[in-house]
């Protein structure tokens, strides 16, 4: 600011000069008064210059180098994880080679904690799921949180816990010591996916578990139809889940289809894939049936692969629905699972909505929401057998606890409609942190400390349609102040800067408030 006042007062004085000189001067000296002008300016120039970059490097605490390191390590052994256990090998091996201290829990919580230089300031607890099924999806959260872990900051403590997620059932949060998350804290959880966003709230969830009578038959068919399919790829959830292939949907309208036909079937060797995801991951089962009906048999399922492909071509190019014909009788199983048992199964199918809820013009639409936004899910996570019990997993979220308890309640009803048992169990809350403090400051600062030649905004505070993290972590305490940041994955810098915004926010946090921004 000086040195533009400086500018202005040799303006008026240069003005005020030439007017008392003689006309053949006054030439000279505006040349002269140019050249003064030019200079001072370049001056100023390079001053604020030099205040930029000063700043730029002060906020610069992120190592990029050491962030894409471990980043691009972790994507090229993503593919070779077998366990949560060896994905946790590899994150306790990065963070021993930076020389940082870690504890393992017995639930597979690694936790890093930096003690306060600052010990007026709240504590920052900084969190990420790792799950080996979803270790790509999870790179630049994991990264950022390990970059975290290993930098040093100059503001209050830092703990700094990678939560063991191994399938999403969640042990590392749920069993996580209540002294690792101290009461006030600030507590920022870091996940994956398509849209950068901060968020305040996560759905309340419960699982519900329908018990089926289980028993087998001797097969009667001679030729069987090997159905898989595959590749779908999750994203715990993601954005796009409700166009996620339903494998129950399609296996309740094959079924129904040799039902209402009157077709002699049997269903033989019936798999379903779950990673940890809402919906499964792939189904795979032997529709048997007689000879004579082959060549109806691939016919209908020519159509239902085409079907399936087209369906699912925009936001799961990579699921696959394949079938082949099995002729060799030596090779058909020599049991099925008995009708008694596929009955209950698909009426049970038939009945439950297996389905996102959505707002619409007739419902009481809560504030902050819109017509269409989810306000509830209920999926069909799993099916596996256990001695004469099939086990039908039901996973129910809700934006309150009320929303879905009610759709828990329709569970009940349609398993009492089906003639089976259900139990609910891991009921959690629902959680919103209505001081929004935490999330406005993160906001801020990502736009304060992040490069402005690349036009960097401030977050976007959005609402999470889902389950997270956060609904566990309120569980555990119920005194901590919980964020939720979700990274674009499609932005590579995104981590990165999301990374540095954390360190600036700890280092900037003194027991008042917020400094220096």
Do not use: C, W
Not at 38 to 56: E, T, W
Not at 200 to 227: H, L, V, W
Not at 235 to 251: L, N
Not at 464 to 488: E, R
Request: glycine share 4%; charged share 25%; hydrophobic share 35%.
């Amino acid at each position: 600011m000086s040195f533009l006042v400086l500018i202005f007062t040799l303006t008026l004085y240069n003005k005020a000069y030439i007017r008392n000189v003689k006309k053949s001067e006054r030439v000279s000296m505006r040349n002269s008064n140019k050249k003064t002008t030019a200079i001072v300016l370049v001056i100023v120039l390079a001053f604020v210059g030099i205040i930029a970059y000063y700043k730029m490097t002060k906020t610069r605490l992120v190592n990029k180098e050491n962030y894409m390191s471990f980043h691009e390590q972790l994507l090229a052994k993503s593919k070779d994880f077998k366990s949560n256990s060896e994905l946790q090998k590899f994150i306790e091996s990065e963070t021993a080679k930076d020389k940082v201290l870690f504890i393992t829990d017995e639930h597979g919580n690694i936790i890093i904690t930096k003690t306060a230089s600052d010990v007026t300031a709240p504590a920052t607890v900084v969190i990420a799921d790792y799950n080996y099924k979803t270790a790509a999806i999870d790179a630049d959260a994991l990264a950022t949180l390990h970059e975290v872990s290993t930098s040093k900051t100059n503001g209050g403590s830092v703990i700094a816990i990678f939560m063991n997620n191994e399938n999403n059932d969640h042990v590392g949060a749920k069993n996580i010591n209540k002294s690792y998350i101290p009461a006030n804290s600030n507590v920022i959880y870091v996940s994956g996916g398509k849209k950068l966003y901060i968020s305040n709230n996560s759905f309340a969830s419960g699982m519900s578990d329908i018990s089926i009578p289980y028993t087998t038959e001797a097969r009667t068919q001679n030729t069987g139809i090997k159905i898989k399919i595959t590749g779908i790829k999750t994203d715990v959830p993601s954005s796009y889940i409700s166009q996620q292939p339903d494998v129950f949907d399609v296996f309740s309208s094959i079924v129904s289809k040799y039902k209402n036909k009157s077709v002699s079937y049997q269903i033989a060797d019936m798999k379903v894939g779950n990673n940890g995801n809402m919906y499964p991951s792939s189904l795979e089962f032997t529709l048997l049936v007689d000879s004579y009906n082959l060549d109806d048999t691939k016919e209908y399922f020519d159509g239902q692969v085409e079907k399936f492909m087209k369906a699912n071509k925009k936001y799961f190019p990579d699921a696959k629905m394949t079938y082949s014909v099995i002729t060799d009788e030596s090779k058909l199983p020599d049991t099925a699972i008995s009708q008694s048992t596929i009955e209950y199964l698909t009426t049970y199918l038939y009945i439950d909505k297996n389905s996102n809820y959505r707002f619409s013009d007739e419902d009481k639409i809560p504030h902050k929401y819109s017509k269409g936004d989810v306000y509830a899910t209920n999926t069909m996570e799993e099916l596996y057998v256990e001695g004469d019990t099939m086990h039908l997993k039901m996973n129910t979220t809700g934006v309150t606890n009320a929303y879905r308890d009610q759709i828990m309640k329709d569970n009940v009803s349609a398993a009492s409609l089906s003639g089976l048992e259900i139990k609910t169990y891991d009921l959690y809350d629902a959680y919103e942190n209505k001081d929004q403090k935490l999330s406005s400051a993160l906001s801020s600062i990502y736009s304060n400390v992040n490069d402005k030649a690349a036009q960097t905004i401030a977050i976007p505070i959005d609402r999470d349609q889902k389950f997270t993290t956060m609904s566990l972590l309120k569980s555990v305490q119920s005194k901590a102040k919980i964020t939720h940041i979700n990274l674009n994955d499609d932005d590579p810098d995104a981590g990165i800067k999301v990374t540095n915004t954390i360190l600036n926010y700890v280092n900037s946090y003194t027991k008042s408030g917020l400094i220096n921004f």
